[in-house]
């Protein structure tokens, strides 16, 4: 098994509600990563897991509350956004330290949460 | 600011044409990998480079890695529709921590 799964794949949200998105992969990867995309923009960090602690949090606002339950599942729980926080959001996971296969860590990419905030 | 630089933003060209994108950098990369991404959808891995002065081909593409890591290229020949979409350039800083260029946007006319 070789994917991150995310969902759901669309969400449209009012500013006063609270929801989450959620990412799961079962590649036994221990690194594990939330990334926003604006269109026409490439993904910027948010945050990063390693071994279910949050390892690096790029200045996100606390609207944004990632989770780890396990080494298998985040989530991103959302609450009070703006309607400049619309965008797809990613999950990836990699592993942790070392190298993989190709010679280097690699990102294993879901295929994105579309978010629309009303 | 972006820490990766990618040239040309846009890229429209003709069936059977040759192109090159360019990743850029003033830091020195742990590794650096090219992603593909089509819309509405998450980036898809091409390629990953780790060695200064790598060369890797994939098909049609050519990747390289300059010499201080600090820089790459993706040369594609002879590009077909199907080669169309977002290019990514992603460098790690270390095993944890990978940032995205600025992406180049490419369009291959039938």
């Known amino acids: 098994d070789t994917e991150v799964t995310q969902t759901p794949k669309h969400l449209v949200m009012g500013m006063t509600n609270k929801k989450s998105l959620k990412c799961e992969q079962h590649?036994?990867?221990?690194?594990m990563y939330w990334y926003k995309q604006k269109a026409k923009k490439p993904p910027e960090l948010m945050f990063v897991?390693?071994?279910?602690?949050?390892?690096i949090n790029e200045s996100v606002p606390s609207r944004f509350s990632p989770e780890c339950p396990n080494s298998s599942l985040l989530n991103l729980h959302l609450h009070a956004l703006q309607p400049e926080d619309s965008a797809l959001y990613l999950c990836?996971?990699?592993?942790?330290?070392?190298?993989?296969?190709?010679?280097?860590?690699?990102?294993?990419f879901g295929a994105g949460s579309r978010l629309t905030v009303l | 600011t972006q820490l990766l630089e990618q040239s040309p933003q846009f890229l429209s060209i003709q069936e059977g044409e040759n192109l090159t994108v360019y990743c850029n950098s003033s830091?020195?990369?742990?590794?650096l990998q090219w992603y593909r991404q089509e819309p509405g959808e998450g980036p898809v891995l091409l390629v990953t480079?780790?060695?200064?002065?790598e060369v890797k081909k994939l098909k049609r593409l050519t990747f390289q890695f300059g010499d201080a890591r600090k820089d790459s290229s993706l040369h594609i020949t002879a590009a077909q529709p199907g080669d169309t979409g977002l290019y990514l350039c992603?460098?790690?800083?270390?095993?944890?921590?990978?940032?995205f260029g600025s992406g180049t946007k490419l369009n291959v006319k039938p």
């Open positions: 897991y390693s071994y279910e602690k949050l390892s």
């Open positions: 480079v780790v060695t200064g002065g």
């Open positions: 590649m036994g990867h221990r690194a």
């Open positions: 992603a460098g790690g800083y270390n095993f944890n921590k990978f940032y």
């Open positions: 830091s020195v990369f742990s590794s």
């Open positions: 990836a996971s990699s592993r942790l330290g070392g190298r993989g296969p190709s010679g280097a860590n690699v990102l294993t």
